[in-house]
Nanobody
Framework: QVQLVEAGGGLVQAGGSLRLSCTAS????????MGWFRQAPGKEREFVAV????????LYAGSVKGRFTISRDNAKNTVYLQMNSLKPEDTAVYYC??????????????????WGQGTQVTVSS
């Protein structure tokens, strides 16, 4: 099983930026599509973005499209989420997730096989 560790969360003012990272170990990183999800207090976990194994295909939630960018560096076993123009409603615990590559990216949480422990992002107004 692949192990995932997120980093980069913190407190930022509205309009600011943060970059999250998620480093994988234990399996061949390039065999996995990598996703980011988030969960705000009292809400269900929601999809944010996904990138396929090669970096050639991405998908974003409508609420973050144009503001967030997902990328990966397979040589470093790391996936990133660059978050710009942050809003208070982006406040949540952000999780990265891994899914064995199967040909198409997915936004469904139950399709992912491994999860990180999460990193808190707080956007103040």
């Amino acid at each position: 099983q692949v192990q995932l560790v997120e980093a980069g969360g913190g407190l930022v003012q509205a309009g600011g930026s943060l970059r999250l990272s998620c480093t994988a170990s234990g399996r061949t990183f390039s065999n996995y599509d990598m996703g980011w999800f988030r969960q705000a207090p009292g809400k269900e976990r929601e999809f944010v973005a996904v990138i396929n194994w090669s970096g050639g295909d991405t998908l974003y939630a409508g609420s973050v499209k144009g503001r967030f960018t997902i990328s990966r560096d397979n040589a470093k076993n790391t996936v990133y989420l660059q978050m710009n123009s942050l809003k208070p409603e982006d406040t949540a615990v952000y999780y990265c997730a891994a899914r064995v590559y199967s040909g198409t990216v997915t936004s469904r949480a139950h399709d992912y096989n491994a999860w990180g422990q999460g990193t808190q992002v707080t956007v103040s107004s």
